[in-house]
């Protein structure tokens, strides 16, 4: 398409034009910018409109512009069209960076972590989804991120597809403006893409944060996470969602969101110190409190979350193609009113129903509002794109169904999954979705563990190969509760992945790294210097059952006099405590299993501790895990 029409296309994108024709929206976007003068020249940055609010501000790397700011925007490019190249790949193509530290694009399993930064947000608790909620969180902003970035890449979405188009490594030459075939490619994001909730509320967030502060947040919860080196960071991406009421970088009025990498020197503050390597982060306000100005309303009525998913989207995107700015895939082109935009720039605030405007996407369990993203080789904004399996001759792969499995809550489990590709020396990397809590798939397709609780799950197992293709199969599991009673325990092996049917104190999170077996386990403490941490549950114990027993992995460079783990077990109905964890000073890490006896239709409280003297330089923390009764 050419470039004028594309130019009418987002002019339509202010608020309140969409249904007035081409001429009277531009006439009214003329008659609602102020009459100012247009800011002084910033001759330090690549980015030359004075109404960019990554103009003197470079760091706001994919800067989604509040639709006042746009419609400026747009105002003076048109009003500098002249001044743009006519070239024969057109002036928004985009072109790679080169790398920064050898990195350009995501060329992983996206991590995404989220992190919701400031004790404003308010306690926590969980939803019917295993999704963190927040009694400061008046819009429901929390839950839907987590449901969009468990969604993404599930039920066929092909709105992320854009990004298998986009690469790295050494056979990519800066400059290029598409990729070779012996490219390291962003594969397709299948099974979705989340893979930790941080509410860090030792604190609050600040009023309006600096970009050094945000991005010393990201390095916090990548301790917090356990990413504690330059490889485990490598596909990961945290975003920093500040709560209500809150300023971050003085977005109000300005922009929406953008994303950036701690190790960029022009942060706000200066560049992050990263023990961890350099890490991918976001600002995501909650900029619901900006209301139409970033998108309340821009697909839906009311559309309240319209604009939080549509930012959510528009800086993944931008991670993923351009992960520590700029040496992924930028714009390039001199004189281009896009230069230095990225993929998603390109195509903010499109109106729905134009072409390439934003829309709904439906993913495997929900429906989001989402922008597109521009794609080289379309040469247009695309909300949907073809899955690109590069390498591949239309590879098939078929993963072999076990047929419907049983097993006993507390007794071993062991199944292999075997599969096959129609391209030869092709290896498949497994994953799965619905295994019963305390089980997991290993990446050549091994499911193991010790169940923990009785239930039916609906299991899907998918393969993918080399190149991309994938292949799916799905088929029930059932664990009964045997002889024992089942698991008096709720939630156990902590496989919501959030302490629900728990109470905690201090400092406490449910992640990946803490996991004994499954996908998550319990981390009290922090690997910074903290104070005492529980969590504790209430439960009977089960007909039949005669053991209470969970594991346990503490990190105390200390000694018991100061710091230590320990376990504590009420019998409500006698009225007695007992300690079945001494206080524990470890340094080795290692996993323990604690077991002592209860009595069937007693109701116990448990207690799981972690105790910091938050003294400098030790800090403990320990894990928890797999907390069954049998």
């Known amino acids: 398409m050419g470039n004028p029409p594309r130019r009418e296309w987002r002019r339509l994108a202010v608020t309140g034009l969409a249904s007035l024709s081409l001429a009277s929206a531009a006439a009214l976007a003329v008659a609602t910018t102020p009459a100012t003068a247009a800011p002084a020249a910033d001759h330090g940055s690549s980015v030359s409109n004075p109404y960019d609010p990554a103009y003197g501000h470079s760091y706001r790397h994919g800067v989604l512009p509040t639709l006042g700011q746009d419609a400026k925007m747009k105002q003076w490019a048109d009003g500098h069209a002249s001044h743009q190249a006519t070239t024969a790949t057109g002036p928004e193509t985009l072109s790679y960076g080169g790398g920064t530290n050898g990195v350009g694009v995501l060329d992983g399993h996206a991590k995404v972590y989220l992190v919701f930064y400031g004790n404003q947000w308010g306690s926590q608790s969980t939803n019917s989804s295993g999704d963190a909620t927040f009694s ?32 790295d490594g050494p056979n990519v030459a800066s400059g290029a403006v598409s990729c070779p075939s012996n490219a390291s490619f962003v594969p397709y994001q299948s099974g979705g893409v989340l893979s930790g909730v941080w509410y860090d509320n030792s604190g609050a967030s600040p009023s309006a944060a600096s970009g050094n ?12 996470f356990g990413n504690t080196t330059a490889a485990s960071n490598r596909d990961a991406y945290y975003v920093i969602l500040s709560p209500t009421g809150t300023n971050p970088d003085n977005y109000q009025g300005q922009y929406c969101a953008w994303h950036d990498y701690t190790g960029d020197s022009s942060l706000t503050g200066g560049a992050v110190n990263s023990p961890y390597g350099d890490l991918a982060f976001s600002n995501q306000p909650y900029n619901m409190d900006s209301g139409s100005g970033c998108g309340v309303g821009f697909i839906n009525s009311p559309g309240t979350l319209d604009g939080w998913t549509m930012t959510l989207g528009h800086e993944w995107h931008e991670t993923m193609s351009d992960q520590f700015p700029a040496g992924g895939w930028t714009n390039h082109v001199s004189g281009s009113s896009y230069n230095g935009q990225e993929n998603s720039d390109e195509c903010a605030w499109l109106s729905p129903g134009t072409a390439g405007g934003a829309g709904m996407v439906t993913m495997g369990t929900g429906t989001f509002a989402e922008q597109a993203s521009w794609s080289n080789d379309t040469n247009e904004c695309d909300l949907s794109h073809a899955i690109l399996n590069h390498g591949g001759t239309g590879n098939t792969v078929t993963v072999n169904n076990p047929g419907s499995q049983t097993g006993t809550v507390g007794t071993a489990a062991s199944l292999q999954i075997s599969g096959s590709d129609s391209a030869s020396g092709q290896t498949l990397t497994y994953s799965a979705t619905g295994l019963p809590a305390g089980l997991s798939i290993s990446s050549s397709g091994l499911i193991s563990g010790t169940p923990t609780t009785a239930g039916t799950s609906s299991v899907t197992v998918t393969a993918k190969d080399t190149t991309g293709a994938s292949g799916s199969t799905s088929f029930s599991w059932t664990e009964s509760s045997g002889g024992g009673g089942g698991n008096g325990v709720a939630n156990g092996g902590f496989e919501t992945g959030s302490f629900s ?3 905690t104190t201090g400092n406490a999170a449910v992640t ?5 077996s499954g996908s998550y386990g319990a981390m009290l403490g922090l690997t910074t210097p903290s104070n005492t941490s ?3 549950q209430t439960f009977t114990a089960p007909t039949g059952s005669t053991h209470l027993s969970f594991y346990y992995s503490n990190t105390c460079p200390d000694t018991v006099t100061y710091d230590w783990a320990t376990a504590t077990l009420k019998d409500n109905t006698t009225g007695t405590t007992k300690t079945v964890l001494a206080k524990t000073c470890a340094a080795s890490s290692a996993w323990t299993q604690v077991s002592t006896t209860i009595t069937a239709g007693h109701s116990y409280t448990l207690t799981l501790t972690n105790k910091d003297d938050n003294y400098p330089g030790d800090p403990t923390y320990t894990y928890y895990d797999d907390v069954t009764t049998s």
Do not use: Y
């Not at 819009?139 to 986009?166: C, H, N, R, Y």
């Not at 990946?512 to 004994?516: C, E, N, Q, Y």
């Open 534 to 536: 529980t969590a504790a």
């Open 213 to 224: 502060q945000l991005g010393t947040e990201a390095v916090n919860a990548a301790g917090h």
């Open 501 to 503: 049917s728990w109470t």
């Open 136 to 167: 400061g969180d008046a819009d429901g902003a929390a839950p839907v991120a987590q449901e969009m970035f468990k969604d993404i890449g599930t039920g066929g979405e092909t709105w992320s597809a854009d990004l298998t188009q986009w690469c």
């Open 512 to 516: 990946a790294s803490a996991a004994h």
